[in-house]
């Protein structure tokens, strides 16, 4: 067997990461040139929502842990940054690859471009153009830094193209959270075992809605306003709520707790990924404010309500299930109502999303490097 040449080194740092990395990371234990080693920067630490999802996903434990837990942006990339270089330095020959837009993702991109080691982005090229989010900026720095960028959708070529970014260095592979979505459809548990193992009831038919941008729930007025949407939506059918920690504490803040009433919102704590598969499979209309969440809803032909003006996905509207509802509540109770009245939107599965990208993108970096 050839001797493997390269190390590629897989940084996850926030959930979202977890699922996209994970099929690279089994793609590359598979390869035969290039050896993959796992870093999580502890950008997300909780236990519930961390080793639960490495668990499940059958990734292996990491080689590094940064440890670097919460803080503002520019205390959370410092962090990232001082403690990912000693990791690099003690790497033999290593490619760095990133996954996403967290702050670990432009942190460790950083360190890795000045010191001269190759940078490869995963999930390049997407762009909501709302430089409010910090998601936004991470996205286009991490592409500028980058020599390979891989993209999910067609239109990210032409967003890294207006960017000024050499055709030659970008490639269509396909999304990997749908690698890992159809790899564990079979797996995904039951509604019924997630709302009994929270004491909550399991009704026959419900929609799924969850909420964690800062502009959604750090202003009580905008939290009240998109609860009272879920608490209407949720007379005719009930609204299963899985509660982000951070989400969590800003209703509890703002008083309100109440809303939650066990009966036309479902508050739960933080799932794993097969529970919410669950959920998200079963649920007749899914109300979100994820951009992975937009993906997985098209993948599994759910409608899906984005609470958000706009979105760094484009194909999830214009192939998939998703429609950009905003934050006004006539908007998102009249899609609701016209969704759950009509069967929801129709949609088809994007380009690629065939379960193969982690495939083509170790294809590359073997030809690559």
Not at 19 to 24: E, F, G, S, V, W
């Amino acid at each position: 067997m050839p001797k493997r040449s390269r190390t590629v080194v897989c940084v996850v740092g926030a959930r979202p990461n977890y699922m996209k990395a994970a099929p690279i990371v089994a793609a590359l234990q598979d390869s035969v040139r290039l050896s993959p080693l796992l870093v999580h920067t502890g950008q997300h630490y909780d236990p519930d929502m961390n080793e639960k999802f490495f668990a499940e996903l059958g990734m292996p434990a990491p080689d590094s842990n940064l440890d670097v837990g919460s803080g503002s942006h520019a205390v959370q990339t410092a962090e990232v940054m001082i403690r990912f270089e000693p990791v690099l330095d003690a790497a033999a020959d290593p490619v760095v690859l990133v996954v996403g837009d967290v702050n670990s993702t432009i942190a460790c991109a950083l360190v890795a471009a000045k010191k001269g080691i190759p940078v490869v982005h995963v999930e390049a090229g997407l762009r909501s153009r709302d430089r409010a989010m910090p998601e936004e900026i991470n996205r286009v720095l991490t592409d500028q830094l980058s020599d390979l960028l891989f993209t999910t959708e067609r239109s990210a070529a032409a967003n890294l193209a207006a960017e000024g970014i050499d055709a030659a260095r970008v490639h269509f592979v396909g999304n990997v959270m749908i690698d890992t979505l159809i790899a564990n459809l079979p797996r995904a548990i039951a509604p019924a075992a997630t709302l009994a193992a929270a004491g909550l009831p399991a009704p026959a038919q419900f929609a799924v809605a969850t909420l964690h941008r800062p502009s959604n729930v750090d202003d009580p007025a905008v939290l009240r306003r998109l609860l009272e949407c879920l608490a209407e939506i949720g007379e005719t059918l009930p609204v299963v709520l899985p509660l982000h920690p951070r989400t969590r504490a800003r209703v509890d803040a703002a008083g309100l707790a109440p809303m939650l009433d066990g009966r036309r919102i479902l508050a739960l704590g933080p799932q794993g990924y097969l529970a919410m598969l669950g959920l998200m499979k079963n649920a007749r209309l899914v109300l979100t404010d994820s951009g992975g969440i937009q993906e997985e809803t098209t993948a599994l032909g759910v409608p899906c309500l984005t609470l958000r003006d706009n979105t760094e996905r484009p194909s999830t509207v214009e192939f998939g299930t998703n429609t950009l509802v905003g934050r006004d509540p006539g908007r998102i109770l009249a899609a609701a109502r016209e969704s759950l009245a009509t069967g929801g939107k129709a949609g088809r599965i994007p380009e690629f999303w065939d379960g193969n990208a982690a495939r083509r993108i170790v294809a590359v970096l073997e030809d690559s490097f």
